[in-house]
């Protein structure tokens, strides 16, 4: 149980385009979600924290504007990083809390890795 | 000074030997603690969880937490090559409705 998917796992764009990553809850309803990046060989960066049905509280210096987070469902919900460029390049990834749990309980997706050139 | 202070090694053990991974934190509000293992371009996957001071044991996994030297441990007993990865304490409470990460320790457990 508690199985987080991400999509895609792996994506190339060009500069200046918008890729959209999708975090799914595949057996439990998630109502908190939470977005990461992870650079190489360093630990995760919480980007946000979107909540279903509500606007995201985004982390102090990542831009809401470039970093589109819609959590519409209690099992989905998705990053579009806007006007990519190479320094968005990065590992994103998604974790969920099943509802009526404590936020302690986080379970992570697999990642997807975005390269932009 | 970080929140949270993980070594980050990395730490290279022979297979079977115990393996004790430790972090440091500095806010005493921290009640729930967390540690994470991820392998390389994988997302982390929850090893292991305690509430407040303790000790919890899961298999070859004991995760102790002290809370009055603000000190949390992982032990990993008989190592094994595939529990080579990056492990992760993480931690919340005192008002954060968000985890804390440690930095990550690098394991490698080598035949």
């Known amino acids: 149980g508690a199985v987080v998917s991400q999509h895609p796992s792996w994506v190339i764009c060009k500069s200046g385009t918008s890729v959209k990553i999708e975090c799914r809850s595949l057996d439990f309803q998630a109502t908190t979600m939470f977005w990461y990046r992870q650079f190489p060989k360093q630990s995760l960066m919480l980007m946000a924290t979107s909540n279903e049905g509500s606007k995201a509280t985004y982390e102090q210096g990542v831009e809401k504007d470039k970093f589109l987070i819609n959590h519409a469902s209690l099992t989905l919900s998705t990053l579009t990083v806007t006007s990519a460029h190479p320094e968005d390049s990065s590992f994103y990834i998604c974790s969920a809390t099943p509802a009526g749990q404590g936020l302690y309980e986080q379970y992570f997706g697999p990642g997807t890795r975005l390269t932009v050139t | 000074q970080k929140e949270v202070e993980q070594d980050p090694g990395p730490l290279s053990v022979p297979e079977g030997a115990i393996v004790s991974l430790n972090c440091t934190y500095s806010?005493?509000?921290?009640?729930?603690f967390m540690w994470y293992r991820q392998y390389s371009r994988k997302g982390p996957e929850l090893l292991m969880y305690?509430?407040?001071?303790g000790n919890k044991e899961d298999g070859r996994f004991t995760a102790q937490v002290d809370k009055s030297s603000k000190y949390i441990s992982l032990f990993i007993r008989d190592s094994q090559p595939s529990d080579s990865a990056t492990y992760l304490c993480?931690?919340?409470?005192?008002?954060?409705?968000?985890?804390?990460f440690g930095a990550g320790t690098r394991l490698a457990v080598h035949p």
């Open positions: 993480a931690m919340r409470g005192g008002g954060y409705n968000k985890l804390i």
């Open positions: 305690t509430y407040s001071s």
């Open positions: 806010n005493s509000a921290f009640q729930y």
